[in-house]
C-alpha cells in the first residue's frame, strides 16, 4: 500500500490521474474558463475564494493517518527494542538470543536453512553471532529511522512497511518469554461475579498507574457502567461497521474512546495503541479533513482529486492498478485461508489466547486475559551485608524496579504506550514458584555481583557505590491500594501491603554456582574491591 502525507500530495495526485484521458483543448475566446463577465483576468470568483470541504466517500487522507499511526507504535517499540534488548536477550542477557539460536540450530539439524527459518524467522540468522549486541542494536535503529521517516512524512510504500514488519518480527522470533504476552495467573476465578471482578481490575493490572488509583475506588455504579459498557462496545458496535457511514463513524469513535480510557487508566503497553488503528479507517477523508490544515499539500490534493471526480474525469484502468488489485486480493485470500484454524479456535471449548498458528505470526489468537486475579501479589528482592541471613540483626534492604509497586510510598507511574518488559512479567512471576521462573534466581545472581546490565533496568540499588551485597532474597507480598481518607493515605502511602513469606530463600554468589552451571548461564563475578 503507498499513501502519501502533507510533504508529497503531489504524489497522491499524480498516482490518480495517471492514465487518465487528455483533456480537449479549447479555443481562445478571449476569456478565460470559468471566469464571470466583467472580472479582471485572473481574478478569482467570490465563491471559489471560499474554504472548500472534503466530501465523504474518499480515504486518501485516512491512509495517511493511518500510516502514522503505525509507524508511531512501531517507532516506540523499536525504541523499547533498543533501551533493553541488550539486557534481556543480549550476549549477557537473561535470557541470550545466541543460545536459542543455538538451541534451535540442533532442533533443525544443525545447519541454518529454511528450516531454521521457518522455525524462527529473524534476519540474525544471516549476522555475525559474535556481535550480538550490535546486531540487536542495529535492528532496533534501522528500525527506529524507518519508522520516523514514515512519522514524519506520512509517506511510505510497500517496501518500507515490509521492511519495518522483517526488522520488528526478527526481535519477536528470539524475543522467547520478554515478547510473549506470557500466560495468564493460575490463581485467578474466571467464575466470579462480573461485577465484583471489574471492581478490582483497576488494583491487580501488572502495571498501575495513579489513574488507576482512582479507578479502583470509582462508585459501585461505575464499575457496574463500565462491565456494561465493555459487553456493548466489544460484542455489538463492531457490527455497526456494514450499517453504513455514519454508523461506522459511531463505532470507530466509540472504540477510539474506549481505548483512551483503558490508556489512561493503565500501563499496557502499546497494546490498546495498536487496538486504536483498525478503528482509524471507519473514518472518511470528511470525517479526519480536521487533522490536516488548509495549507496541507495533501489535502489539497484530495481536494483536487475529488473535483476531477465529480467532473466525472477518472482514471482509466492501467497495469499499475490491476497488479495493485492482484496483490490485495491475493492478501485477502491468504488471510483468510490463515484465519481457518484461528476461527475454530475461537469456537472451541478449549480456547487457547495469545497464540500464534503459523511461525510468521500474521494471524493470530488475542486476548488480554482469561481470568482477573482478586488479589494482588509482589516479589520484593531484598539484599543484605550481613554475613549470615538468619541473623535477627540483619539488615534486608529493599531494591526498587523502575515502574512495578514496592515502595508503598512510592506513586504509581504513567510510562503508556512505552514499555518495561521486565517490570511486566515480574507481575507474572508472582503468581507462580521460583522453580516456574527460574530467570529471578539469574536476577538474583546478577544483584549479588552489581551487574550493570541488569541494574540499568532497576530504579533503585541500595547497594550503590558501596559494597556488594552478600545474599539477596525474594520477599512475597499482598499488595492493596490505601483507601482514600485512611490515616495511610494522609502519611502519603498510595499501598498497603502484608508479608506472605519467602518467595526464594536468602542465596550468595557462592551456593548459586551450581545452579547457574547446570543452566549453561555465566556465573557472575565479583569486581576487585567490591568487597571488603
Same mark, same amino acid.
Given at each position: 500500500?503507498?499513501?502519501?502525507?502533507?510533504?508529497?500530495?503531489?504524489?497522491?495526485?499524480?498516482? !490518480?490521474?495517471?492514465?487518465?484521458?487528455? %483533456?480537449?483543448?479549447?479555443?481562445?475566446?478571449?476569456?478565460? !474558463?470559468?471566469?464571470?463577465?466583467?472580472?479582471?483576468?485572473? %481574478?478569482?470568483?467570490?465563491?471559489?475564494?471560499?474554504?472548500?470541504?472534503?466530501?465523504?466517500?474518499?480515504?486518501?487522507?485516512?491512509?495517511?493517518?493511518?500510516?502514522?499511526?503505525?509507524?508511531?507504535?512501531?517507532?516506540?517499540?523499536?525504541?523499547?527494542?533498543?533501551?533493553?534488548?541488550?539486557?534481556?536477550?543480549?550476549?549477557?542477557?537473561?535470557?541470550?538470543?545466541?543460545?536459542?539460536?543455538?538451541?534451535?540450530?540442533?532442533?533443525?539439524?544443525?545447519?541454518?536453512?529454511?528450516?531454521?527459518?521457518?522455525?524462527?524467522?529473524?534476519?540474525?540468522?544471516?549476522?555475525?553471532?559474535?556481535?550480538?549486541?550490535?546486531?540487536?542494536?542495529?535492528?532496533?535503529?534501522?528500525?527506529?529511522?524507518?519508522?520516523?521517516?514514515?512519522?514524519?512524512? #506520512?509517506?511510505?510504500?510497500?517496501?518500507?512497511?515490509?521492511?519495518?514488519?522483517?526488522?520488528?518480527?526478527?526481535?519477536?522470533?528470539?524475543?522467547?518469554?520478554?515478547?510473549?504476552?506470557?500466560?495468564?495467573?493460575?490463581?485467578?476465578?474466571?467464575?466470579?461475579?462480573?461485577?465484583?471482578?471489574?471492581? =478490582?481490575?483497576?488494583?491487580?493490572?501488572?502495571?498501575?498507574?495513579?489513574?488507576?488509583?482512582?479507578?479502583?475506588?470509582?462508585?459501585?455504579?461505575?464499575?457496574?457502567?463500565?462491565?456494561?459498557?465493555?459487553?456493548?462496545?466489544?460484542?455489538?458496535?463492531?457490527?455497526?461497521?456494514?450499517?453504513?457511514?455514519?454508523?461506522?463513524?459511531?463505532?470507530?469513535?466509540?472504540?477510539?474512546?474506549?481505548?483512551?480510557?483503558?490508556?489512561?487508566?493503565?500501563?499496557?503497553?502499546?497494546?490498546?495503541?495498536?487496538?486504536?488503528?483498525?478503528?482509524?479507517?471507519?473514518?472518511?477523508?470528511?470525517?479526519?479533513?480536521?487533522?490536516?490544515?488548509?495549507?496541507?499539500?495533501?489535502?489539497?490534493?484530495?481536494?483536487?482529486?475529488?473535483?476531477?471526480?465529480?467532473?466525472?474525469?477518472?482514471?482509466?484502468?492501467?497495469? #499499475?492498478?490491476?497488479?495493485?488489485?492482484?496483490?490485495?486480493?491475493?492478501?485477502?485470500?491468504?488471510?483468510?485461508?490463515?484465519?481457518?484454524?484461528?476461527?475454530?479456535?475461537?469456537?472451541?471449548?478449549?480456547?487457547?489466547?495469545?497464540?500464534?498458528?503459523?511461525?510468521?505470526?500474521?494471524?493470530?489468537?488475542?486476548?488480554?486475559?482469561?481470568?482477573?486475579?482478586?488479589?494482588?501479589?509482589?516479589?520484593?528482592?531484598?539484599?543484605?551485608?550481613?554475613?549470615?541471613?538468619?541473623?535477627?540483626?540483619?539488615?534486608?534492604? %529493599?531494591?526498587?524496579?523502575?515502574?512495578?509497586?514496592?515502595?508503598?510510598?512510592?506513586?504509581?507511574?504513567?510510562?503508556?504506550?512505552? !514499555?518495561?518488559?521486565?517490570?511486566?512479567?515480574?507481575?507474572?512471576?508472582?503468581?507462580?514458584?521460583?522453580?516456574?521462573?527460574?530467570?529471578?534466581?539469574?536476577?538474583?545472581?546478577?544483584? =549479588?555481583?552489581?551487574?550493570?546490565?541488569?541494574?540499568?533496568?532497576?530504579?533503585?540499588?541500595?547497594?550503590?557505590?558501596?559494597?556488594?551485597?552478600?545474599?539477596?532474597?525474594?520477599? !512475597?507480598?499482598?499488595?492493596?491500594?490505601?483507601?482514600?481518607?485512611?490515616?495511610?493515605?494522609?502519611?502519603?502511602?498510595?499501598?498497603?501491603?502484608?508479608?506472605?513469606?519467602?518467595?526464594?530463600?536468602?542465596?550468595?554468589?557462592?551456593?548459586?554456582?551450581?545452579?547457574?552451571?547446570?543452566?549453561?548461564?555465566?556465573?557472575?563475578?565479583?569486581?576487585?574491591?567490591?568487597?571488603?
Amino acid at each position: 500500500m503507498a499513501a502519501t502525507g502533507d510533504s508529497s500530495g503531489s504524489s497522491v495526485r499524480k498516482r !490518480h490521474v495517471e492514465g487518465r484521458n487528455p %483533456e480537449p483543448e479549447r479555443e481562445d475566446s478571449g476569456e478565460k !474558463h470559468g471566469e464571470e463577465p466583467g472580472e479582471e483576468p485572473g %481574478e478569482e470568483p467570490e465563491k471559489d475564494r471560499r474554504p472548500q470541504s472534503l466530501h465523504p466517500g474518499t480515504f486518501w487522507l485516512t491512509r495517511v493517518v493511518l500510516l502514522r499511526s503505525v509507524a508511531f507504535i512501531y517507532l516506540v517499540a523499536f525504541s523499547v527494542a533498543f533501551n533493553q534488548n541488550k539486557q534481556l536477550i543480549g550476549e549477557r542477557g537473561l535470557m541470550p538470543c545466541r543460545s536459542y539460536l543455538s538451541s534451535v540450530k540442533r532442533y533443525v539439524g544443525g545447519k541454518i536453512g529454511m528450516a531454521a527459518f521457518a522455525y524462527t524467522p529473524s534476519l540474525l540468522w544471516l549476522l555475525d553471532w559474535s556481535e550480538m549486541d550490535a546486531n540487536l542494536d542495529a535492528l532496533a535503529v534501522a528500525g527506529m529511522a524507518l519508522s520516523a521517516v514514515v512519522l514524519v512524512t #506520512g509517506t511510505a510504500n510497500m517496501v518500507i512497511m515490509a521492511s519495518l514488519w522483517v526488522l520488528y518480527h526478527s526481535l519477536v522470533s528470539v524475543g522467547q518469554l520478554w515478547y510473549s504476552f506470557a500466560s495468564g495467573p493460575s490463581g485467578g476465578s474466571s467464575s466470579a461475579s462480573c461485577w465484583e471482578l471489574v471492581s =478490582l481490575r483497576s488494583e491487580t493490572q501488572p502495571v498501575p498507574n495513579p489513574i488507576s488509583y482512582y479507578m479502583h475506588f470509582s462508585p459501585w455504579w461505575f464499575h457496574r457502567f463500565e462491565t456494561i459498557s465493555n459487553h456493548l462496545i466489544e460484542l455489538v458496535f463492531p457490527f455497526f461497521t456494514f450499517l453504513g457511514r455514519r454508523m461506522c463513524s459511531v463505532n470507530g469513535a466509540v472504540q477510539v474512546l474506549f481505548q483512551a480510557v483503558l490508556i489512561t487508566s493503565g500501563n499496557l503497553s502499546f497494546l490498546n495503541w495498536v487496538t486504536i488503528v483498525p478503528s482509524l479507517a471507519c473514518f472518511d477523508d470528511a470525517a479526519l479533513g480536521f487533522l490536516f490544515s488548509s495549507k496541507s499539500g495533501a489535502k489539497k490534493a484530495v481536494l483536487e482529486i475529488q473535483k476531477e471526480e465529480a467532473a466525472g474525469r477518472t482514471p482509466k484502468p492501467s497495469k #499499475g492498478m490491476f497488479i495493485r488489485r492482484v496483490v490485495n486480493v491475493s492478501l485477502a485470500v491468504l488471510i483468510g485461508y490463515l484465519s481457518v484454524p484461528v476461527v475454530m479456535n475461537l469456537f472451541s471449548s478449549k480456547q487457547v489466547m495469545n497464540t500464534s498458528f503459523d511461525p510468521l505470526r500474521i494471524v493470530n489468537t488475542y486476548g488480554a486475559f482469561g481470568s482477573i486475579t482478586k488479589e494482588r501479589t509482589e516479589v520484593i528482592f531484598q539484599g543484605t551485608l550481613s554475613g549470615d541471613p538468619k541473623d535477627p540483626e540483619a539488615l534486608w534492604e %529493599e531494591y526498587q524496579f523502575l515502574c512495578k509497586p514496592g515502595d508503598v510510598q512510592r506513586r504509581p507511574c504513567f510510562i503508556s504506550p512505552y !514499555h518495561y518488559r521486565l517490570d511486566w512479567l515480574m507481575w507474572f512471576a508472582a503468581f507462580q514458584t521460583y522453580e516456574q521462573s527460574e530467570w529471578v534466581i539469574h536476577i538474583a545472581g546478577r544483584l =549479588l555481583s552489581n551487574d550493570s546490565s541488569v541494574l540499568s533496568l532497576i530504579d533503585y540499588n541500595p547497594f550503590q557505590g558501596r559494597e556488594t551485597p552478600r545474599w539477596v532474597r525474594g520477599e !512475597h507480598f499482598r499488595y492493596r491500594f490505601t483507601p482514600p481518607g485512611s490515616s495511610s493515605a494522609a502519611e502519603g502511602k498510595w499501598w498497603l501491603r502484608k508479608r506472605i513469606g519467602a518467595y526464594f530463600p536468602a542465596v550468595d554468589l557462592e551456593g548459586l554456582r551450581g545452579y547457574f552451571q547446570s543452566r549453561s548461564w555465566p556465573h557472575p563475578h565479583l569486581k576487585p574491591g567490591s568487597r571488603t
